[in-house]
Nanobody, 115 residues
Framework: QVQLVESGGGLVQPGGSLRLSCAASTSGFRAYTMNWYHQAPGKQRALVAAITSTGITNYASSVKGRFTISRDGAKKTVYLQMNSLKPEDTGVYYC?????????WGQGTQVTVSS
C-alpha cells in the first residue's frame, strides 16, 4: 500500500504561481510513474502532468508551457510547479502513483484562482 500526501494548494490571483508537493510513503517510489490530475468543479478528473521513472514528462495541452512536473527520489516527492495560473485552473489537484499493476491516489489539495 502506498500513501500519498499532497500539499501546497491555496488561493492565488490570476497570473500567480503555486507549487504543489506530493510525498509518497513507499520505498519503491523511484519505480512509479507519478501523475497529477485536476478535477474542476462539476467535471471529471483529468490528467494534467505525468513523469515516468526515467524522468520523461508529458503534459495536457491546457497546461503546457505553464506547469512543470518534477520528482525527487531521495525525498520520495513529486512536485507540480504552476505558473501563469488562470481561473479555469481552479479545482482539486490529486497526486497519483502508477506501477506494479496498481494505482494509488492522494486525498487532493484545493487550488482556487480568483481575484
Amino acid at each position: 500500500q502506498v500513501q500519498l500526501v499532497e500539499s501546497g494548494g491555496g488561493l492565488v490571483q490570476p497570473g500567480g504561481s503555486l507549487r504543489l508537493s506530493c510525498a509518497a510513503s513507499t520505498s519503491g517510489f523511484r519505480a512509479y510513474t507519478m501523475n497529477w490530475y485536476h478535477q474542476a468543479p462539476g467535471k471529471q478528473r483529468a490528467l494534467v502532468a505525468a513523469i515516468t521513472s526515467t524522468g520523461i514528462t508529458n503534459y495536457a495541452s491546457s497546461v503546457k508551457g505553464r506547469f512543470t512536473i518534477s520528482r525527487d527520489g531521495a525525498k520520495k516527492t513529486v512536485y507540480l510547479q504552476m505558473n501563469s495560473l488562470k481561473p479555469e485552473d481552479t479545482g482539486v489537484y490529486y497526486c497519483n502513483a502508477d506501477g506494479f499493476g496498481a494505482t494509488y491516489w492522494g486525498q487532493g489539495t484545493q487550488v482556487t484562482v480568483s481575484s
